[in-house]
């Protein structure tokens, strides 16, 4: 029985393509269009293996940190809100490092090579 491929397999097929066989034969604006879909394919990856992670624990800390569950989103406009409105300001326990945790893992799924926010994960980390 021959299983189909999952589609963390298939974007790192096509990425490996693109960047291995595509891109070193292409010059100009095709090597530049080529390495913009690479590294798309290359965010949805890794989007795949730590989105759902990175979600589940923006969530929690949305729902400790407004003391109401909801959707992500729905908990994320009710922040903005709060904020807007001054409820929630940088002094209220657990909103810097809340909106800290949240940037990292955004940009570990955008820009994980990005040197300020390795190291600031080095040092949440204890490294």
Do not use: W
């Not at 034969?25 to 949805?44: D, P």
């Not at 890794?46 to 003391?67: K, M, P, Q, T, V």
């Not at 800290?100 to 994980?112: C, G, V």
């Amino acid at each position: 029985m021959m299983d189909k491929p999952s589609l963390q397999e298939i974007l790192t097929s096509v990425r490996e393509f693109i960047e291995l066989r595509a891109v070193p034969g292409l010059t100009g604006h095709a090597a530049f269009h080529a390495r913009v879909a690479g590294n798309a394919l290359a965010i949805a990856e890794r989007e795949l293996s730590l989105g759902a992670r990175a979600d589940a624990a923006e969530r929690g800390r949305l729902i400790a940190l407004l003391n109401e569950d909801g959707s992500l989103s729905a908990l994320n406009a009710r922040l903005c809100a709060a904020i807007a409105d001054r409820t929630i300001g940088l002094e209220t326990p657990g909103l810097a490092e809340h909106l800290r945790l949240t940037t990292l893992d955004k940009i570990a799924i955008d820009q994980p090579a990005y040197s300020g926010a390795r190291r600031a994960r080095e040092l949440h980390e204890g490294g």
